[in-house]
């Protein structure tokens, strides 16, 4: 038992981790999205 706690709180840093990022990833998306104006934007 004393196993399966440590793998989960290691998958939990892991998972933690990751997830942080995606959000870092989608804040920036949408800032980018908001600041950049869509006449302007190059890439549309």
């Known amino acids: 038992m004393h196993g ?14 990751a997830v942080l990022f995606i959000i870092i990833m989608a804040s920036t998306i949408v800032f980018a999205t908001i600041l950049t104006p869509p006449a302007h934007n190059p890439f549309v």
């Open 4 to 17: 399966v706690l440590a793998a989960i709180k290691a998958d939990f840093g892991c998972l933690l981790v």
